[in-house]
């Protein structure tokens, strides 16, 4: 006789077996529509007890019949019972789309039943959102670039630079808001500072043309300079004196995960 304690383990492996044998039994029977409709119900009263189980395991005692010895016997029992019965009166429906999807022979693809396996991506609610959430903000982004196109073509030939790397400049530093001033005043699409601007030959740094003519002139000598996209992104933030001063990307948070953003933006702009 089993231990009370093995109860659960034990009947896992046998919920595993008897799983396979009912996928067998509705693959076999399905000629016969008798047969495989009661192995189908077999794997929805299967489904049905795995619901009722998840949905008692938030109970106090994990069930109706406390903790006694021998109560998860009765508890599988009484769902055994409840699962079944569920299934003949057809309030799930499961069996009755099983075996409409295998009787429709080659005009639809039979409904492939199978366990889960550790390959299988499980996207939880939370996830979804998050997913959801960052591709609105990419068309959103997207969308404002695609005002500046024509200037962005202009500029990367002009100074033969790779487009993408000019939006994610401009994604990153402004989010492509012509308006934007950060706290140090920097302004415009690419963020210009006053004394580089100057330097540039940009006399209005809020007006798109000339910033981004402005800012794609200032990347590119940095690209000549550096010969290097990672130095040259540490330049345009944190300035060439710190990239000379440290020999490479200065040990600067902030402008390490800047060129991580630029190198995020560049993978997924189009």
């Keep these: 006789m089993l231990p009370i304690k093995s109860y659960d383990s034990y009947h896992d492996v046998q919920r595993t077996n008897e799983f396979k044998n009912l996928k067998n039994k509705i693959v076999n029977a399905s000629e016969n529509h008798e047969k495989a409709l009661e192995a189908a119900k077999g794997f929805e009263a299967m489904m049905v007890k795995q619901m009722l189980k ?6 106090q005692n ?39 999807n295998m009787e429709a022979g080659n005009e639809r693809k039979p409904l492939e039943i199978r366990e889960l396996n550790s390959d299988d991506k499980i996207v939880t609610k939370k996830e979804f959102s998050t997913k959801r959430q960052t591709n609105k903000k990419r068309t959103i982004l997207e ?25 994610s400049i401009i994604a990153a530093e402004s989010y492509a808001n012509p308006n934007a001033v950060s706290g ?18 940009v006399k209005n740094s809020f007006d798109p043309q ?6 794609t002139k200032f990347i590119k000598h940095l690209l000549k300079k550096y010969d290097s996209v990672d130095l040259a992104l540490a330049a ?25 953003r630029i190198k995020q933006f560049y993978s997924v702009l189009k």
């Excluded at 690419?190 to 100057?198: F, G, I, W, Y």
């Excluded at 000339?210 to 800012?215: F, H, L, R, S, T």
């Design 62 to 100: 994990k069930g109706f019949f406390g903790k006694a010895p021998g109560s998860d016997v009765y508890q599988d029992m009484f769902m055994d019972s409840m699962a079944r019965q569920i299934t003949d009166q057809g309030h799930l429906g499961l069996a009755n789309i099983i075996i409409k």
């Design 184 to 201: 140090a005043g920097a302004k415009g699409l690419m963020q210009l500072m006053d004394k580089t601007a100057d330097s540039l030959g």
């Design 54 to 59: 998840s949905m008692t395991s938030s109970l």
């Design 143 to 167: 969308k404002r670039l695609s005002k500046y196109d024509e200037i962005i073509t202009k500029a990367a030939k002009k100074y033969n630079v790779d487009k993408k790397i000019i939006k």
């Design 236 to 260: 345009y933030n944190a300035g060439p004196g710190n990239v000379d001063k440290y020999n490479g990307v200065p040990p600067f948070k902030e402008t390490q995960n800047y060129i991580k």
């Design 210 to 215: 000339e910033n981004i003519m402005g800012g």
